[in-house]
Every structure is written in structure tokens, then in C-alpha cells.
């Protein structure tokens, strides 16, 4: 994830053209006068007239060439970052960073980073960085990476510790999946039963995805190999019928949560994206999980920010992470509805669920290559 990123934030070294010291210099070369021979043999010898003494050349010491910076690894969006030094500190001023933010946002869009969120981000860098003063020996470049760094983390947020959640909370917990088509969704709530299991919880998965043909079969495929109570009415029963239904069996049998499983629906299905607000209000979830892909680009916002109207999430799973070589979209739907990323998906097994940190992705962007 983050490749593009880890590239562009490498900075290169400069290397400037050695002046020779002035020792180094070429002794200049003193100039030889030859004396006339003259004819001696009638005309007495005289006293010579003392010889005038002619200046010495001053020595001419070349030019230094002018220091040429030579990058070794490419053109860093951080190399052209000037700084103006007053009084052992250096303030900056919006021109001086101007060409280098812009070339930032070109670098999170490559990444898929959404548009507004890109933007979003270089602002914030903007209004931290333009006009403040800083130590004369802080480079240039390490005042914009932790800008940058301080940035991302406040999209990101703190991330979730749902193991704290429930066990600070009234039992039962009730979780709301919800999202598009697709996703990873279903499978999510399976991986999630069993990490719960692991942690010594006792789990009760409602079919609440009663639209899509088989889903009910595929969650249940899924709570049979785990040993997890399902509660599941036919195909196209009124999915807040069985959702109700569901917190009903988890009260009376004291358990401890209940994961309910919902129809992926596109943002632009309004009869769908309807029926999802009257399970919100049927069920009264304490937790709802936004779940998407993370290969799903600038799409992801648009989703995340009508899922968000209908229905308030708490936070976001992303699956597929491990088909994914930027990781965009994990920035882009944080932002978008300013919620913590939960989990994140990495494979098809069980285990494959891992709990989101933010240290996980600045990490990836910001760690030392190997």
C-alpha cells in the first residue's frame, strides 16, 4: 500500500561541485626577462644602472563554478521547498510552498485518494505550515513530513478497539453491517463472529440480507462452520422483522452480541437505502459498520458520504486490502464521513480480519525502506 507515496516522500541527497581550496591552486608562473649580449671589447666596463624593478603578475585565481545541485533519485516533492531565514528561524510563506503542495496532491491522487480529499489534506498541511516559525536547523523537509504525518493521522482518527467497546457496554452489543454490493460484506460479519469467539463472546448472526438470492444459504454456510447461532426467515421477508427477531433471542439468552447482516445496496437505490433507515429504527443498533472494498477508488467517497446520510455510521471495514497496491480509498472514506477505520480484510480465511491502527498505514507511508 502506499508505494507511490513511499516513493515521492524519499528524499534525495544533493551533491555539490567541490571548489579547490586556494593551496590546491597552480603556483602562477614567474616570467623570464633575457639580458641583451653586448660587445664588451673597446668599451670599458661600467657599473650596471640598477635594473627597475617591474610589479609581479598578480595571480589569477579561476572562478569557482557555480554549485550545482544534482539529484541522485529523481525530483522530491520536497525539493524545491524554499525557506526564508530570519533571526535563527525561518518562516513560511504560502509562495514558498505552493509548488511543493501541488505536487503532493498529484502524488495521493495517483494513489487513488479521492479528489476532494487530496485537496482536503494539502489545505490543512497549508494553514499548519504558512507563516510559522520554526528552528533554523529544522530542515525544510522535515517541517512538510510531519505536517503531512499530522495531517493523515487526523483523517484517519484513533482508530476502534471493539474488544474495549463491548466490554465496557450493555450486553447485548448490537452491530449494523452495512454497504454495497459486493464487498465482502457477508464475509465480514463471519470473520468478525469468529475473531468475537476467540475473545471468549458469545454471538448471534442475523440474515437480515433477505434481497439477494442465496444470501441467506451463504451466511448460514458460514455460522455452521463456526458454531454460531442464526437467526434467518425465508427470502424476502422484511429484513427488520428478522433483525428485531434476532435481538430478541440475544436478550433472552444473555448473549453477548449481535451481528447483523444487511442487503448490499448502491447509494442510488432509494428504496433500498430507505428500507436500511427503517432497520436503524427497528433494531436501534449501538454500533453501525460501513463496509467497502479498498480497490473501490474515488467511488468509495460518493458511497461513504450517502451511506453516511441515511444511515450514521459508527465505522468502516474495508476488505480486499490485500488486492489493493495504493490503499487510497483507506484515506478517502475516513475523511469523507470522519469515522475510524475498524477492521481491515486481508484474506479469505477467518483470521483474515485485522484490527485497524493508524500507526498500520503511517507506517507503510512513512517507514524506512529495506
Known sequence: MFEGLKKV??????????????????????????TPIENTASVPAAAPAPAEKKPEPTPVVPTPAVEEEEETRGPSIFSRLKTLVVDREFVLSEKDIEETLFDLQMVLLEADVAYPVA???????????????????????????????????????????LVQYINTHEKPVKILFTGVNGTG?????????????????????GAGDTFRAGAVEQIRVHCDRLGVKLIAHQEGADPSAVLFDTVDYAKAHNTDVVLADSAGRFHNRVNLMNQLDKIKRVMKPDLVFYVDEAVAGNDAVIRAEEFEKTVST????????????????????AYTIGKPLVFLGVGQEYTDMKPFTPSLIIDEIFGEEK
Open 9 to 34: 516522500l524519499g528524499l534525495g541527497k544533493k551533491k555539490k561541485e567541490e571548489i579547490p581550496s586556494p593551496a590546491e591552486l597552480p603556483a602562477p608562473e614567474t616570467p623570464v626577462t633575457e
Open 119 to 161: 485537496e482536503a489534506i494539502t489545505e490543512h498541511m497549508k494553514k499548519e505550515l504558512v507563516g510559522t516559525h520554526r528552528k533554523m536547523f529544522d530542515s525544510a523537509d522535515k517541517v512538510v513530513t510531519e505536517a503531512l504525518k499530522h495531517a493523515i493521522e487526523n483523517v484517519l482518527g484513533d482508530g476502534f478497539d
Open 185 to 205: 460484506k457477508t464475509t465480514s460479519v463471519a470473520k468478525i463472529a469468529a475473531l468475537l469467539q476467540s475473545q471468549g463472546f458469545s454471538v448471534v448472526v
Open 314 to 333: 459508527d465505522g468502516v471495514i474495508l476488505t480486499k486490502v490485500d488486492m489493493d497496491p495504493k490503499g487510497g480509498a483507506a484515506i478517502s472514506i
